[in-house]
């Protein structure tokens, strides 16, 4: 694979000690230190090896990569093989994708309570849900598994698809929030 004309990292480089400098005391450890992973990575400052051809001496220098999750080099591959795997566990349905934010005084609070606060994010939108999806035509549902911070990203499929019979959502669990009811209606069995 050819390499790109601009990369991340090259940006990095070219930008990165203006921009922290100009960042000072709002960057996080963690950040630096994927800026400087990202930036090193595939270069000479992390080593290398010198692969020689026996036949015509050709030789060629490969650098180590820097292993980084955030590395787009190095996780290029990983981000497009998990990408692949999470759209075959999609139902054939359409999607609509529900994203729920917290205010910025409210995230910096999370920040440091993340458990409790996360844990009323989920309960909000668990009770906002039923309500935004008052049309009997959509179903909610909700992945178990926490995404990123100050998002909660519940789905919500028209028709109240549900997964083909015969057909395993893989390591995915998704359990329903409650039936969407029509306005008015106390329950979905209700006449």
Known sequence: MARPALEVADIFRAHGPAWRQAQAGHLSL?????????????????????????????TQIAYNSCRNRHCPKCQGAAANDWLAARAAELLPVPYYHVVFTLPAPISDIAYQNKAEIYGILF???????????????????????????????????????????????????????????????????AA
């Open 30 to 58: 963690g950040q630096l230190k994927v800026m400087s992973a990202i930036e090193s990575c595939r270069t000479a400052a992390l080593g290398g090896h010198v692969a020689c051809c026996e036949n015509c001496a050709h």
């Open 123 to 189: 309960k909000a939108a668990a009770e906002t849900l039923p309500a935004a999806c008052s049309s009997s035509a959509i179903t909610c549902t909700f992945a178990t598994r926490k995404p990123s911070p100050a998002i909660s990203a519940p789905y919500a499929t028209p028709n109240g698809s549900s997964m083909p019979s015969g057909r395993s959502p893989g390591r995915r669990r998704y359990s329903p929030i409650s039936p969407a009811t029509p306005t008015g209606s106390r329950s979905p069995t």
